[in-house]
């Protein structure tokens, strides 16, 4: 069997896999607000204000050590537990002092993790992925390397709020004494590993990328990134290695408390976005995943790095190999949902008006939903944009149709950097079964749509890991685990009449960039 583990923002996931049955043994989950509300995080963080977002690592440790306790409740023989990956929630960083190494060494079974590691915290809260308290410091890196373009082909994405260079930065202006106590830098995924393997582990490739501190081209820290973030820090990271990598034996604590065999292999674990690929069958070119939620992403395997050069796009190291990218677009279903309440319909009405009321390409009728400010392209909120027609001189079905073309549009047009080659979309997340969706999709892209139904990709994805680390066939894996479901959507001939619609919706975007661009 093998062990993955999902330290995401909310709760803390296990899932059990058996390659030998093929069979996915038992999944668990603890949420952090429900659990322990003694930290104040009723959502798995705290936000005091300023776009300060944090959360306490002892949190994540109590909620380790509470998901294996209830792993071990339901019967379960860890003791047949092979190896153990993991993925946490990217960008969240943890600062440990001079403590850290030797209170790994010497775990005390009988008592609690958070307990132990207390002392060892030279910072007491993590700023987290949702924190965005850092332009100051991202404009400061920016200016001191290169124009922010140059900082997107160095480390895969523009200097970003987020993410765990400025943050550092931020940490060692605010409170230079702490930062100067400060001997380790983890982030949220090395240092859950580290506790499990009773040694420091490395940073993963993919989760490094999230930092704006690793070269993407070398996968090695940069030092001019380095320097211009913060004094010494390239003595305070760990190294740099492949997610999956063999760190050691697990930890005692875990042998005596929840059973797990002394040979257990504990290997580094990587990022959350990383892990969902690999979870969701898609970490090999020709493939690209699209999330359907209150925000869409769209991620896929590159096996060349690649950067955006218009510092939208993110590039990550892929777990299997080579990279990935992810792209981010603001107004997802939060612009679906507005307009299906403005229109007072139900999800079937929804689909149905806008599958079948209306031609391909709308008759040239364009839209941008801006309903909160959007990221790829950086626009303002604004409402529903349209290129000079009227929604409410217009059949309902043509403002639906103008939506959905309008946002995958723009996702096909944010994308092209990428130069994929595309065999199939996978889709995934709630709206993923509307079939409007999904043929427009296909259409626009010119690709076939499958659906997942894959649950819990991150931390799949971390088991799968975990198996290869034993020699496993990642395509071997995939079919038995993370199989589509059944039936695809295939593209109508639309190609000629996408064409022309691409480039009208180009010059439309370009227009409200000159306009409402920040």
Known sequence: MYLGLDASTQSLSAILI?????????????????????????????????????????MWLDALDLVLQRLCDKGLDLAKVRAICGAGQQHASVYL?????SVLRKLDATRSLSEQFASTLSRAQSPIWMDNSTAEECVEISNSVYPNKKVSELTGSVATQRFTGPQIRKFYKQSPEAYSQ????????????????????????????????MDIRTNEWNSEMLEATAPELSNKLPELK?????????????????????????????????????????????KVVISLGTSDTLFAAMPESKTDPNGFGHVFGNPIKGYMSLICFANGSLARESLKQQFNLSWEQFEELALTSKPLGNQGKLAVPLFTSEITPRLQQAGFKTNEWDPQDEPVATTLRALLEGQFSNMKLQSEWMQLEINEILLTGGASKNQAIAQTVADIFQAPVKRLEVSSSVGLGAAILAARSEGASYNTLVDTFCAPSAGTTLPQ???????????????????LENSLGY
């Open 18 to 58: 058996d390659t030998a049955q093929g069979e996915i043994i038992a999944e668990e989950s603890v949420n952090f607000g429900a659990e322990f509300p003694e930290y104040g995080s009723a959502n798995g963080f705290i936000s005091p204000g300023k776009g300060v977002v944090t959360a306490s690592p002892l």
């Open 97 to 101: 002092n001079s403590r850290f190494e």
């Open 182 to 213: 400060t001997t380790t830098i983890h982030l949220n995924s090395s240092f859950l590993a580290s506790i499990i393997a009773g040694s420091s582990a490395p940073i993963d490739f993919g989760d490094g990328a999230g930092m704006n501190l």
């Open 242 to 286: 492949n997610s999956g990598s063999y760190i050691s034996k697990i930890s005692g604590y875990f042998v005596n408390k929840y059973g797990f065999c002394p040979n257990c292999d504990a290997l580094s674990w990587t990022g959350d976005n990383p892990a969902s690929l690999v979870g969701m069958g898609a970490a090999t070119a020709g």
């Open 493 to 511: 001939d639309g190609s000629a009449i996408y064409s022309s619609h691409l480039r009208d919706h180009s010059h439309f975007l370009e227009s």
